[in-house]
Structure formats: structure tokens, C-alpha cells
């Protein structure tokens, strides 16, 4: 659900930009959304890895 309303969200900020010819700020809006889209694959991955190793024990 998260997903879904961050690219609304992201959506909606490039559809405002889209009017105004900003090319280094939708740059900047697409890195920001990668760098999010990374942080929660590794969020991700930990999570993971914690219950691996709980289950182990």
C-alpha cells in the first residue's frame, strides 16, 4: 500500500513539474525515488536475514 501512495505521490510531483520545464528537478525527484525504491529493497533484506537467523535459533 505504501508503494502504491509513493508513486501516486511521485506521479502527481512530476505531473506538476511537467508544466514547467525543470529538467534538473524531475532529475532530482527520480533519483530521490530510486534512492527510496534501494532503501526499501535493504530494509527489506534485513528483515529477511533477521528472521533467518531467529528461526535458527
Known sequence: ???KKREKEWIE???ELK???TI???GKIR???RLNQAQI???MSSDVADI???NKN
Open 13 to 15: 510531483k512530476m505531473e
Open 52 to 54: 533467518i537467523i531467529n
Open 31 to 33: 533519483q530521490s525515488y
Open 24 to 26: 534538473e528537478e524531475i
Open 19 to 21: 508544466n514547467e520545464d
Open 41 to 43: 529493497l535493504m530494509n
Open 1 to 3: 500500500m505504501k508503494k
